[in-house]
């Protein structure tokens, strides 16, 4: 057997990947915001929620401000 100790992560390698990730999820987020969304906290939830926004999906003003609903555009 060997005794290696597994491989660990740099701390720049961490660090990258966190950026790496957060840039694509703001990317994502973007797509949220052009269907009428606020950017934040609203468009980075609906990421996690529900991904990309499909053609029926985005934001629409109400009483309260804005909200998600999947008749967006009809």
Not at 11 to 26: E, N
Not at 29 to 39: E, I, L, P, V
Not at 42 to 56: E, F, I
Request: with cysteine.
């Amino acid at each position: 057997m060997s005794d290696t100790a597994p491989r660990r992560l740099s701390r720049s390698t961490k660090i990258v990947a966190v950026l790496v990730f957060l840039i694509g999820w703001t990317a994502l987020a973007s797509g949220w915001t052009d269907k009428g969304c606020d950017y934040v906290p609203q468009s980075y939830t609906l990421v996690l929620v529900h991904g990309t926004p499909d053609a029926n999906e985005g934001c629409v003003e109400d009483a309260y401000g804005t909200s998600y609903t999947d008749r967006y555009g009809s």
